[in-house]
Structure formats: C-alpha cells, structure tokens
C-alpha cells in the first residue's frame, strides 16, 4: 500500500524587534566626571595616610609598621563615611568603581608607607 504523503505546513515566525534603551550621553560623562573626582580625593587620601604611616613606623621602632597598616585598614573601611564628609553623594557611585578605589587605597597607602620607610626616602 501506498503511504499518504504529508503535508508540512510552514508557520510563519515571529518577528523580534530590538529596541535599545535611550542613552543619555550628557548624564554618563556627568558620572564618569563624578567617579573620576571621587578617585582623585581617594587617591589623595591614601597619600596623606601612606605618609602618616611612613613618620609612625619611623618614630615607633619595632612594631611601628603594625600601627600603621592597621591605620590604612581603619581609614580604608571608613572611606565611606569620609567621602561622605567631604559632600560625595554616595548614592551616585557604583559598586564596582568604589571595590576599585579600595583596592586603590590600599596599594598606594601601603606602598607609601613602604617606600617612604626604606632607606632611599628615609623620612
């Protein structure tokens, strides 16, 4: 017996339309001149405390060092409320650039207070 051949019947497809979000380019340069200024008062900030720690480590001898990394952590995990003081609207700034401006804070107080203690730059 023959089979019956079957029909196939295309159906149509539905149609997908991208439609990308407004961007607002006068509002992310606004921003990013914004994080950028919260960057350069970060950075300023962890100068001033990598040389605090330089002078501390140089007048306590032995365990000057543990004070002042101790100082660069404390101040590190109150940047917050400082930039706060300092009129930073903290609701603007995105969590991923102020993790940055940690890790920044961190390596250059540090490495200040490192440079500063040894003997070329010997406060």
């Given amino acids: 017996m023959a089979k019956k051949k079957r029909r196939i019947v295309e159906q149509p497809e539905e149609e997908y339309e991208f439609t990308p979000t407004e961007f607002n380019e006068r509002e992310f340069i606004l921003k990013d001149i914004y994080m950028s200024k919260i960057f350069i008062a970060v950075m300023v900030l962890a100068i001033i405390v990598g040389i ?16 002042a ?24 700034i995105e969590t991923r650039s102020m993790l940055a401006n940690y890790l920044m ?19």
């Fill in 52 to 67: 605090v720690g330089a002078v501390i480590t140089d007048w306590i001898d032995g365990y000057g060092w543990i004070i």
């Fill in 69 to 92: 990394t101790v100082l660069s952590f404390a101040v590190c995990f109150s940047l917050n409320r400082i930039l706060a003081l300092m009129k930073f609207r903290m609701d603007m």
């Fill in 105 to 123: 804070f961190l390596v250059l107080a540090l490495g200040l207070c490192i440079l500063f203690t040894n003997e070329p730059f010997h406060l």
